[in-house]
């Protein structure tokens, strides 16, 4: 992308081309007088991710990849983002190998990337190897341009990132996630991109995820960023408030020289502005984006027809989302925030916790809200309402925001928010990334080396370990084996949203495995468990499924797995069931423990609806056992909730009793989860 001359630029703003009919593309004639504006879709990454929940499979992508090659983009999102974690947890697909089948059939096109910093696809900071080496395969395996990005605006940790991919020879493009706040000036952007120049970046993204961007305000900023720096400028909108078209035609006009689209069928609501749109508006102006039009129709019908099987069934009602011109909340954020208020039965508090969000935000020092301070600043603000005190609970993660592991916060947070959280830890003033210790040497210890078949498998399991574990499981299965992916068993689970659980109505009788065999395997496990969590998040009703002889019902919160002609389907303890194989009956289940059975009166209780950890990760020892004696606010245990961990600390000194709840068991708010006696 080379920057467009200012004296050009100065030329052509505003004007429409002359002798160009209204609506009537120009000439080639008059496309060779025009300056060059370059289209990103995002059709393959960001509208997909905003729309369909992730859920494009890699053949989804192949069958119309060539099409796309031939449009003319100046480059294709595909990678990075959530798609990463969904390729593996819903899809059961490798990563990579998206990534390698792409590159094979797009020689036109540069692919482009999402990549969260210091972050690099999670929700946390990560050390220098693992992500320079996330870096080199990405490259080694087709990238060409990394869009890099920081949920704080902190340079600092966006610097390895940028390094690492000059060095492996990518296109760095820096990012301003674009905000309103009494903090977030003009002059305060243009210091942000300034400091990324200064580090090397190759061109600029104005990150607008939340789609608050008007025109008015992107013709300001880009006019003076245009003045400030000397890399390209590209926007990337989101169409939720419906502003975003207008947006990018002030922000190309001020200076900007690419845009970021999606296809018409893919476009809109929360994802990117449709290209034909752009196109059309453009093509009566001094601007031109040649793109070959056959191709986008292609394109179009092709996703007209993918959309038919994929778009979820209950979609956005309305295609634009005027709460987010009220709150500036983006729309994405409001319905995890419906979600996480059902999972807690508590969706009548609603408007108290958008009143309660942007106050939490402002005490937290303004951070925009992205991935991940968007969860953060989100859950803060439900724990704020359902608790009755702010900020009396808060997550680890708040409490890590707060301490400065994500970075520096944009503003001051109130200092007696930092005492509350706090206590007597001082935040820390380094580069977040500078505490970490190398992680690549033992980032494997204690997976079992046959799932891991190569340097791409480690680095998918660094990021995402339980994911990874659950993919590498499934497919060393043979094919005739595997369990259905979760996406299809979602599916299914949405076609009959709240059926009765009949046993002789779901699903095909087929034979029970022979006595003695385990009823499911450890992938068969992993997927339920994945799409448990699906299940209770969409809060479907019940629902029964038999397969391979096994017939698992769920309904929320819980499974109950049996042999599919069993007529009484039984509660059984998956979880140990699997770290133990062997057989297993499912009549053998054991019964539930009565809540505090084992204890003297005394429990520690879960303070929401959630699942119960002992441990922080796969392969971590369990903060605490049965007999230990712990002090006053020792970590017990963890209740992930709102997927954030918890932590549930001792309430006094104490010797722990007896666990009442299983490792990865749901838990229901005030559901006891560990008997004590004072001592
Ligand atoms: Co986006």
């Given at each position: 992308m080379k920057k467009t001359s200012k004296t050009r630029k100065k030329r052509a703003a505003g004007q429409t081309v002359a002798g160009a009919k209204p609506n009537q593309p120009a000439s080639e004639e008059e496309n060779l007088h025009k300056i060059p504006l370059r289209i990103t879709d995002t059709t393959l990454r960001d509208a997909h991710q905003s729309l369909w929940a992730t859920r494009m499979r890699t053949a989804d992508v192949m069958g119309i990849i060539e099409a796309i090659d031939s449009v003319g983009y100046y480059s294709l999102e595909m990678w990075g983002g959530a798609t990463f974690d969904v390729c593996m947890r819903f899809l059961r697909e490798n990563p990579w190998e998206r990534l390698r089948q792409v590159k094979a059939k797009t020689p036109n096109t540069p692919l482009q990337m999402l990549l969260r910093g210091q972050n690099v696809l999670g929700y946390k900071n990560y050390a220098d190897d693992l992500l320079d080496r996330f870096v080199a395969l990405a490259c080694e395996n087709g990238m060409d341009i990394f869009r890099i990005f920081d949920a704080l605006n902190d340079t600092r940790n966006l610097e390895q990132a940028i390094r690492s991919v000059k060095k492996y020879g990518g296109h760095a493009q820096g990012t301003i996630c674009y905000t309103i706040s009494p903090f977030h000036t003009v002059a305060e952007f243009v210091r942000a991109a300034r400091e990324q120049v200064e580090i090397g970046i190759d061109s600029l993204c104005i990150k607008d995820m939340a789609g608050i961007l008007s025109p008015i305000s992107a013709e300001r900023l880009i006019s003076a960023l245009v003045k400030a720096i000397d890399v390209p400028i590209q926007m990337h909108c989101h169409a939720s408030s419906g502003m975003a078209t207008a947006t990018y035609v002030e922000g190309v006009r001020a200076g900007a020289g690419a845009i970021d689209c999606s296809i018409s069928p893919m476009a809109g609501f929360s994802a990117q502005p449709p290209v034909e749109t752009l196109l059309a508006i453009f093509d009566e102006t001094s601007y031109h984006a040649n793109l070959n039009k056959d191709a986008l129709r292609e394109q179009c019908r092709y996703f007209v027809e993918l959309a038919k099987k994929r778009r979820p069934k209950q979609g956005p009602l309305s295609i634009i989302d005027p709460e987010i011109l009220q709150h500036q909340i983006p729309g994405g954020m409001i319905s995890n925030l419906r979600a996480q208020l059902e999972e807690q039965n508590a969706l009548d508090r609603l408007d108290d916790v958008l009143a309660e969000l942007p106050r939490t935000r402002a005490d937290l020092g303004f951070p925009p809200l992205v991935t991940p301070t968007s969860q953060i600043v989100g859950i803060q603000s439900v724990i704020n309402v359902l608790s009755g005190k702010r900020f009396a609970m808060v997550t680890q993660e708040t409490k890590n925001y707060v301490k400065g592991l994500y970075g520096r916060p944009p503003a001051r947070i109130k200092p007696a928010i930092v005492k509350q959280i706090l206590g007597n830890e001082k935040p820390i003033?380094?580069?977040?990334?500078?505490?970490?210790?190398?992680?690549?040497?033992?980032?494997?210890?204690?997976?079992?080396?046959?799932?891991?078949?190569?340097?791409?498998?480690?680095?998918?399991?660094?990021?995402?370990?339980?994911?990874?574990?659950?993919?590498?499981?499934?497919?060393?299965?043979?094919?005739?084996?595997?369990?259905?992916?979760?996406?299809?068993?979602?599916?299914?689970?949405?076609?009959?949203?709240?059926?009765?659980?009949?046993?002789?109505?779901?699903?095909?009788?087929?034979?029970?495995?022979?006595?003695?065999?385990?009823?499911?395997?450890?992938?068969?496990?992993?997927?339920?468990?994945?799409?448990?969590?699906?299940?209770?998040?969409?809060?479907?009703?019940?629902?029964?499924?038999?397969?391979?002889?096994?017939?698992?019902?769920?309904?929320?919160?819980?499974?109950?797995?049996?042999?599919?002609?069993?007529?009484?389907?039984?509660?059984?303890?998956?979880?140990?069931?699997?770290?133990?194989?062997?057989?297993?009956?499912?009549?053998?289940?054991?019964?539930?423990?009565?809540?505090?059975?084992?204890?003297?009166?005394?429990?520690?209780?879960?303070?929401?609806?959630?699942?119960?950890?002992?441990?922080?990760?796969?392969?971590?020892?369990?903060?605490?056992?049965?007999?230990?004696?712990?002090?006053?606010?020792?970590?017990?245990?963890?209740?992930?909730?709102?997927?954030?961990?918890?932590?549930?600390?001792?309430?006094?000194?104490?010797?722990?009793?007896?666990?009442?709840?299983?490792?990865?068991?749901?838990v229901k708010k005030d559901d006891p989860l560990v008997s004590f006696e004072m001592v």
């Open positions: 003033t380094c580069r977040p990334a500078d505490l970490l210790e190398p992680m690549l040497p033992q980032a494997t210890e204690g997976v079992a080396p046959k799932l891991i078949q190569n340097e791409e498998d480690i680095l998918s399991y660094c990021l995402f370990p339980e994911q990874a574990l659950g993919y590498f499981e499934w497919r060393a299965l043979p094919p005739e084996k595997r369990p259905p992916i979760p996406a299809d068993l979602e599916a299914e689970a949405k076609e009959e949203p709240a059926a009765p659980p009949k046993p002789e109505a779901a699903g095909t009788k087929a034979a029970a495995p022979p006595a003695g065999e385990p009823l499911l395997t450890p992938a068969d496990y992993g997927a339920l468990k994945d799409l448990l969590q699906t299940f209770n998040k969409l809060g479907l009703g019940e629902l029964s499924i038999a397969r391979k002889g096994v017939r698992v019902r769920l309904s929320t919160g819980k499974m109950a797995i049996s042999a599919a002609d069993s007529d009484a389907a039984q509660t059984a303890d998956p979880e140990a069931e699997w770290l133990e194989p062997g057989p297993v009956a499912a009549a053998e289940a054991e019964p539930e423990p009565e809540p505090g059975a084992a204890g003297n009166g005394q429990t520690i209780n879960a303070p929401l609806n959630g699942t119960l950890y002992r441990s922080p990760g796969p392969g971590k020892p369990t903060l605490a056992n049965e007999g230990d004696e712990v002090e006053q606010g020792a970590a017990v245990c963890i209740v992930e909730a709102m997927k954030l961990f918890n932590e549930i600390t001792a309430p006094c000194k104490c010797r722990l009793l007896k666990f009442l709840v299983e490792h990865g068991q749901p």
